[in-house]
């Protein structure tokens, strides 16, 4: 085989091979959203990071309730309402998310270093997804709160589902 011949078949594979890890690597876009009043609800840990709205806490939750003070829901612009997500392989910080229909959502999910495959994590549900976030890194979206959906986390690179699910709940 002639020199020339190698060369260009080294040549198409390193650009098939580009093309294919950026495919890979991109992130699906996120919606608009409106906004409104959330209630959360926070799994107790120990070594946990504390929300800074008020808590009231049970035996295995944390609920956390952010109030929009108005005269009507319709009549006001409520804030919009955020979110951060410590996640793992094995569980997350935060597993329910619970707001009212129009409220604009916007969640950071933090993948933890230690305990995650260096591969990261994909947060995939039917509304908005993250696309593939690397261990020891961290990616916002945002969303408008129309409908109860489950993020579900995934290893990207095999497809694999994790043993524990995020609920947002829309009422």
Do not use: C, E
Not at 50 to 63: L, R, V
Not at 82 to 95: E, H, I
Not at 133 to 141: F, N, V
Request: net charge positive; hydrophobic share 35%.
């Amino acid at each position: 085989m002639k020199t020339s011949s190698i060369v260009s078949l080294v040549a198409v594979v390193v650009v098939v091979l580009g093309g294919a890890y950026w495919f890979v690597q991109r992130g699906p876009s996120v919606a608009t959203p409106n906004y409104r009043p959330v209630t959360t609800t926070v799994p107790t840990q120990p070594s946990s990071a504390t929300q800074t709205s008020p808590a009231q806490t049970s035996s295995s939750t944390s609920q956390v309730t952010a109030q929009h003070v108005g005269t009507s829901s319709a009549a006001t612009t409520p804030k919009p309402q955020n979110f951060s997500v410590q996640a793992s392989d094995t569980k997350a910080n935060l597993t329910t998310i619970t707001v009212a229909k129009g409220t604009l959502v916007a969640i950071t999910f933090s993948v933890d270093a230690n305990n995650t495959y260096h591969g990261g994590l994909d947060f995939r549900s039917s509304v908005v997804n993250t696309g593939t976030i690397l261990s020891g890194k961290s990616k916002t979206i945002s969303f408008t709160a129309a409908t109860s959906f489950v993020f579900t986390p995934y290893w990207p690179s095999t497809n694999t589902k994790k043993p524990y699910t995020i609920s947002v709940v829309v009422k």
